[in-house]
């Protein structure tokens, strides 16, 4: 686990990171949210011992962050670079030598990802002479290849086409499966929500928010549940009444409908239930959570609005 | 310093790779044989035979000047005026080569033109002032003196004062020996030059694609900057082992197949002429000083007490250098910004070479002194001290100038680290004073 304690961070006379403390718990996929400017990359920076806290304190599985636990980081910066007039092969055996690794056993696990991500053959290849999403994945075994314990991913998926996003998420949930901590900061919302456990929101230097996305979206919900039926559209308005309103309708075909209502007042997910009990022939109702982009906003907006007041 | 090595190990690598850096393991010592030889081969290119008219309508040096039995003279009389133009064009003349031109004030104005065709060589040039100049004068001690000629000779001999240090009254230690040192720390000035450099732009490099984020999450700032200044250093003393092999053989073949001649000081035996053209020739014309020079690399340095000092100096000298590039390199904004702030240390390293200089004219001088203690000239001073061998006393002020070399060579790197760990991570600005004594100033 890292834990994270009254973190601050000024440049000048810019306040970058003011007085943060969070846990990250091991085995999790946890996200790293905020605008641009909101002190994620200084955070990382911390995390990665690439520049110090002016307060606070890190410990990572009970111990004070320090140079030994460079060999259990990995890291995949936003801003990527590596040198390109080196092999492929050789820039991974360097990048994970520098992390503590044998050269023996650097170039194992440099040979092992590359067959995994079945980039074997690049492995002569310049680096300069690799495309963007080429080396974006040159780029994220650099990152794994010493086998790390916490891995922190900095906009991991910028770059890569759909099917490679695939293959790197489906990687990362691998990772977690084997008991790694990945921390993960992107603006690519959709991922946060399909992979991410906890996540905190960083704006203008400051935590606003903490806890697993299930309990974000719920937390800003509003109202609006999705219903798929067969049946008629006036047996609908008569079931939903005056408790709920008709926002969106999609018809399936063969009286099949799928619809979308927003909640009026204090009505529940089981007042809808009991009206609509015994008028349709339902397939399946759901409360429908706001996306995580939706929780984003509005969390800033609402920050926005108190930081005005 | 385990990734330090790492990094050092990575840099040279990638030197040895680059096709321009071992291109000119090769192609600088060979330019600089290929001067020496042409130095050698064609550094007195002048006509070496030449048909000399002498025009003499006063008959003043009529049979005194006889051809030489070589045949690189051949002298011929004519007893009337000719004009320039005249001995250019005309048809009769034109298996002279030059024409010498005693006209009958001579003895009064002592002024004779010699016109060419082609100019003779060097040798050629002395040893027609010599004879010309010697058989005038013979004429002018019979017309103008009573003396007999070697008495005139006697007193004509100029006073020679010879200034002597009363350290050294038998006049052993020669300046040439010095030069041995300045050449050795003119080397030291040229590596860390091109080598400072490759620190410069390898660290802006560095900056600009980026990668300084990914090491800087595995390795220090410091071992950073270390193994790069390291693996630069050694890709440096690489290529200067190469060279001095290269060239040091190339001049042992020179020495051994192609100028065996010009090596050997006895080949003027064979020339006849008398001993004061000898003696004229050997102080003046550049084969003279080829064979200086000669005697200078292949007998007066002592190459095992020259190395490893040069080495050693080399590489502080270079630790000591190369903090200051990698440090501009990593606070700079861009590589260009870098290059402005570099003019500074290229002018310390001007100030060394005119060190050198006052050590080798003037080294008593208390200019001299404060060189050797100065960390930025003091490599170059050291050189000249070691090369000279020690004076009483002396070689405790050398090692003294070491330490403070080597103790401001660690100074300067933690300086340079600080600044570097500081900067480098700032991108896109424009390096002012201001902003490297704020980088000084933080943690």
């Known amino acids: ?309 | 310093m385990r990734n330090s090595l790492i990094i050092a190990k990575r840099e040279l690598r990638e030197r040895l790779e680059n096709r321009s850096f071992i291109a000119m393991l090769f192609i600088g010592p060979l330019l600089i044989l290929a001067f020496i030889y042409f130095l050698l081969q064609f550094g007195d290119q002048g006509k070496t035979n030449m048909k000399v008219l002498i025009v003499d309508p006063s008959g003043l040096l009529e049979n005194k000047i006889t051809s030489q039995e070589s045949k690189a003279l051949t002298y011929y009389f004519y007893d009337d005026y000719i004009e320039i133009a005249e001995f250019k064009d005309g048809k009769r003349f034109q298996e002279f080569d030059a024409m010498i031109e005693l006209n009958e004030k001579v003895l009064i104005n002592k002024k004779v033109f010699l016109f060419y065709r082609e100019a003779p060589s060097v040798d050629l040039k002395m040893k027609m002032k010599f004879e010309v100049e010697r058989r005038v004068e013979e004429v002018m001690i019979e017309q103008f003196t009573q003396l007999s000629v070697n008495a005139f000779r006697q007193i004509k001999q100029p006073l020679n004062i010879d200034f002597r240090s009363v350290y050294d009254p038998k006049n052993e230690a020669d300046n040439s020996s010095s030069w041995v040192g300045f050449f050795f720390g003119l080397i030291i000035l040229f590596f860390i030059s091109l080598f400072g450099m490759t620190v410069l732009r390898g660290i802006a490099k560095d900056k600009s694609n980026r990668i300084v984020e990914l090491m800087l999450a595995s390795v220090k700032s410091r071992d950073m900057m270390l193994g790069k200044i390291m693996g630069i250093g050694w890709a440096a003393l690489l290529q200067l082992f190469i060279w001095t092999l290269l060239v040091g053989l190339g001049l042992f073949v020179f020495k051994s197949f192609f100028f065996k001649d010009i090596f050997d000081a006895s080949s003027f035996e064979g020339i006849q002429m008398s001993e004061e053209v000898k003696n004229e020739i050997l102080t003046n014309s550049s084969i003279a000083k080829y064979n200086a020079f000669i005697d200078l690399i292949y007998h007066r340095i002592n190459f095992w007490v020259m190395i490893p000092h040069f080495v050693l100096l080399f590489v502080l000298s270079y630790l000591f250098y190369a903090s200051f590039f990698s440090a501009i390199g990593a606070t700079a904004g861009t590589e260009s910004d870098g290059q402005q702030f570099v003019i500074p240390i290229f002018v310390v390293l001007m100030v060394s070479v005119y060190a050198g200089y006052m050590s080798v004219y003037w080294p008593d001088s208390q200019l001299a002194h404060l060189f050797l203690y100065l960390p930025f000239t003091s490599a170059m001073v050291i050189l000249i001290n070691i090369s000279n061998g020690f004076a009483i006393g002396s070689y405790v002020e050398t090692m003294l100038s070491a330490l403070i070399l080597i103790v401001s060579s660690g100074l300067f790197l933690s300086i340079a680290a600080r600044l570097y760990k500081n900067g480098i991570l700032i991108y896109g600005h424009s390096l002012r004073l201001r902003n490297l004594f704020q980088w000084l100033k933080k943690s």
């Not at chain 1, 339902?282 to 959570?289: D, F, I, N, S, T």
Request: glycine share 6%; aromatic share 8%.
């Open chain 1, 1 to 309: 686990m890292i834990e994270i304690n009254q973190i601050s961070k000024s440049f000048d006379r810019k306040v970058a990171l003011d007085g943060l403390s969070f846990q990250i718990p091991k085995g999790q996929i946890f996200g790293l949210l905020g605008p641009n400017g909101a002190g994620k990359t200084t955070l990382i920076r911390i995390l990665n011992q690439i520049i110090l806290p002016d307060n606070g304190t890190i410990r990572v599985d009970g111990k004070l962050l320090n140079e030994s636990h460079w060999k259990n980081f990995g890291y995949l910066p936003e801003e990527r670079g590596l040198y390109k007039s080196m092999k492929v092969i050789d820039m991974l055996v360097f990048l994970a030598k520098l992390r503590g690794m044998s050269n023996y056993d650097a170039l194992k696990n440099t040979n092992y990802w590359l067959d995994k991500f079945d980039i074997k053959e690049w492995s002569n290849k310049y680096i300069a002479s690799l495309s963007k999403g080429m080396s974006q994945k040159v780029q994220f075994i650099a990152a794994v290849v010493h086998e790390p314990e916490y891995l922190i991913l900095d906009e991991p998926l910028s770059g890569f086409d759909p099917i490679n996003v695939e293959l790197i998420l489906n990687e990362l949930k691998l990772m977690k499966s084997e008991g790694k901590s990945i921390i993960l900061s992107t603006h690519n919302m959709q991922s946060v929500e399909e992979i991410c456990d906890d996540v905190v929101l960083l704006h203008k230097s400051k935590l606003i928010a903490s806890d697993t996305v299930e309990n974000l979206r719920s937390s800003v919900k509003n109202g609006l549940f999705s219903i798929r039926f067969s049946g008629n559209m006036i047996a609908l308005a008569n079931a939903l009444w005056t408790d709920f309103e008709l926002i969106e309708t999609k018809e399936l075909g063969n009286n099949r409908f799928q619809v979308l209502v927003r909640k009026r007042g204090e009505r529940t997910f089981e007042d809808l239930i009991n009206n609509l009990m015994g008028k349709l022939t339902l397939e399946a109702v759901e409360e429908k959570l706001p996306s995580m982009q939706e929780v984003f906003m509005s969390l800033i907006t609402k920050e926005e609005v108190l930081h005005a007041e």
